[in-house]
Each structure stands twice: as C-alpha cells, then as structure tokens.
C-alpha cells in the first residue's frame, strides 16, 4: 500500500510514492513499437531467441502463428519462405511489425476467439503472454492453439515464472503488465493436459522462464 499525505493547502491527500505513477507512465510509454521494442532487447529478448532457435530450427513451419507476437521480433526464427502471422490486440505494435516486414501478415485480434482456420497452422507461438491471461482466457487461447494447428503441429510456451530470489526478475515483474504470473509446475501442467510435450526446460536471463514445445495429435 502507497503512504498518504495530507496537502494543508488544498486539503487534498497527496501520493507520496511516486512509482506507480512512474510504472503507468512507462506502461503507456511501451505502446509505441520502437520503445517496446528497445526494451525487449534490453530484457534480453535476443538471447531468448537464440536459446528458442535450437528447437525451432528442425520444425516443419510452412504457417506459423505468433499469438501476441507485438511487433514480430520472433519473425526471425522461421525460413523466409514461411507465412508468418502476427497476431495481437495493440495496432501499434502491428504498425511497427509492418514497418519492419512490408509484406508481413498483421492480424488484430483477441487471441481467445482467432479468425483462423481449423488445422491450418504448423506452429502456433505464445510467447511471454500467457501471464497477461487470466485461466479462463488462458484455456480459451490454448484451446484456439489446438483447433487452428495441423496434426502434429507444434505448439510452442514460453513465459516468464515468478521468483522471488531473483533481483533482476523482480524488478522486470514490477514493470511488466502482466498480472498472472504462474509457476513452472502450474505451466507445464497446462501445457500437458493439451499436447505431448516433447521439449521442456528453464533457463534464466534476467527473468527466468519455462520454455515447453508439444506436438498436437
């Protein structure tokens, strides 16, 4: 809880911690894609990426979806020849995924109810979304996952899970939006109950993350 002061001048109460001002400034802030995006690679978005690359890279990927995919840095992931879809709610982030890949498919979309085909996709992606999502939407999106992948399409978890040990993760939950951490365990059981997971692992850069792929049957 935020300390109160008392303004005897206006006989208002003032906030005397500024943070959370501070975060909610820095929340809007992050809508604009070149911010989001300099703050991704600051989290070591990069080395994310490269940790993920050494299971994408033998996956078949002719269509790959990217659920809250912001403006696409995991694009570069997949073979040029792929048909990438990013797939978000925020159009500014779209715009700046767009501005980065012209011929790139941008979809505005909530992701508990895609306007996408049944059994259409190789890979679906969510990555770092899931604990923006409260677990009615997060069985919503799974289930999405599910009905638009092929058989034997690959469906691919990584987020963020709480520790409190860790200064640096704490400092990234404090400013992250996203209001649902979750532990590993409570993530891979999720992902368990849906696919058969074929690779599962966790690994710490700043936050620490649980990386799950399955395979659809």
């Not at 696409?72 to 709610?89: K, T």
């Not at 520790?163 to 951490?181: H, V």
């Not at 599962?200 to 659809?216: L, M």
């Amino acid at each position: 809880m935020s300390e109160t002061v008392f303004d005897s001048r206006s006989g208002d109460q003032m906030n005397s911690n500024p943070i959370p001002a501070i975060i909610d400034m820095l929340h809007h802030a992050a809508a604009h894609s070149w911010l989001y995006d300099w703050i991704q690679v600051l989290a070591g978005q990069g080395r994310v990426l490269e940790r993920m690359s050494r299971q994408t890279a033998t996956m078949r990927a002719e269509t790959v979806l990217d659920v809250g995919g912001g403006t696409g840095a995991s694009r570069r992931l997949w073979p040029v020849s792929s048909r990438y879809i990013c797939l978000d709610i925020e159009m500014p982030k779209l715009i700046g995924f767009r501005s980065k890949v012209p011929t790139g498919l941008a979809l505005l979309s909530d992701a508990t109810r895609m306007p996408i085909a049944n059994a259409s996709v190789d890979v679906v992606m969510c990555m770092a979304v899931v604990h923006h999502l409260t677990d009615a939407m997060l069985d919503n999106v799974l289930g999405e996952a599910l009905r638009v992948l092929k058989p034997d399409g690959h469906l691919i978890l990584l987020d963020p899970v709480l520790n409190r040990e860790r200064l640096a993760g704490r400092i990234l939950w404090r400013l992250d939006r996203g209001s649902y951490p979750r532990t590993e365990q409570d993530l891979r059981k999720k992902l368990d109950s849906r696919v058969k997971i074929i690779h599962w692992e966790k690994f710490a850069i700043y936050h620490e993350y649980v990386f799950g792929v399955g395979i659809r049957g």
